[in-house]
């Protein structure tokens, strides 16, 4: 695997982004300073590389108002998202691990979409993001059946943090779900994921987006619940990542072992990938 050696200590460490949402072109690039910042498909790798970030997960997202061609609904929206994001594995192979959406307005295309992404070894699915797709409600009848359908194809469901009382309902009826919240929030929703965490041991949360420059964050929650169940994630595009990756790794709260496991390690042991492999540059 590959690993990166940083500060005075020159400690090495494998990082896995687990939350970005990489993009093909400019519409499916949403950083709301894009044109500053030299970004390009084909620059993602070597920029992300140049970090010392190994490798990504997650969903690309298309939006209605980013095309010229409309969607028609949000399914059109949501497979040229999943095309989009088996276009771009094939373009990055071992950095890029894809997730993809569902949807529960469309039930039957989502189990049918679990099916077949399970078939091309994907076990992603998200980061979810209802709010651009229309949708709210984590506890639906619709996302049940979805939720059923990817427990039983053991996909790993990320999915963006909304109502903390619909979570904690989400959780309690699905707890064989492998459930990775994304963000931790300000004060008040950060408890209630560490709360969640102790409902349920598959329930994971990624330390992308707003929390994690809150002074002490990470060393409470893992004084609570210890390192194994927090992923290292950025929200690349949108969130820049060496403000997350300091936030880690210049943290002098964590344990050399604790930062291992937060920054890959966790990630690696989750997604299932196969150290020996990586090693030998497969
Ligand atoms: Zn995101």
């Not at 990082?15 to 990489?22: G, L, N, S």
């Not at 997960?57 to 095309?67: M, T």
């Not at 993001?129 to 059946?145: A, L, M, N, R, S």
Request: proline share 4%; aromatic share 10%.
């Amino acid at each position: 695997m590959a690993k990166t050696t940083y500060g005075k200590n020159q400690m090495s460490y494998e990082i896995i982004d687990f939350h970005t949402h990489p993009f093909d072109d400019d519409a499916t690039n949403f950083c709301s300073h894009k044109e500053y910042c030299n970004m390009s498909a084909e620059n993602t790798v070597s920029y992300l590389k140049g970090l010392g970030i190994s490798k990504i997960c997650g969903s690309v997202v298309c939006r209605n108002i980013d095309h010229e061609v409309s969607y028609a609904n949000e399914w059109e929206m949501i497979a040229d998202s999943n095309r989009r994001a088996l276009i771009l594995k094939e373009q990055y192979g071992d950095f890029y691990i894809p997730g993809f959406h569902v949807h529960p307005s469309y039930v039957r295309e989502s189990c049918e979409e679990i099916e077949k992404m399970s078939k091309l070894g994907v076990r992603l699915i998200g980061e979810l993001v209802p709010y651009i797709h229309g949708w709210q409600d984590y506890t639906c009848k619709g996302f049940d059946e979805i939720l059923e359908v990817a427990t039983v194809h053991n996909m790993i469901v990320s999915f963006h943090s909304i109502e903390n009382d619909k979570m904690d309902e989400m959780v309690r009826k699905h707890p064989d779900t492998i459930l990775v919240a994304a963000h931790p929030g300000e004060y008040p929703t950060y408890i209630r994921h560490l709360e969640r965490m102790k409902m349920s041991d598959n329930y994971y949360l990624d330390l992308s987006g707003t929390g994690l420059f809150r002074h002490g964050m990470l060393r409470r929650g893992i004084d609570e619940l210890g390192p194994e169940r927090f992923l290292f994630g950025s929200d690349y595009p949108v969130c820049n990542p060496a403000m997350f990756l300091g936030g880690v790794v210049l943290d002098t709260l964590l344990t050399e072992e604790e930062k291992v496991a937060i920054l890959g390690g966790n990630a690696r042991k989750l997604l299932g990938l196969d150290s020996s492999a990586d090693a030998i540059g497969k």
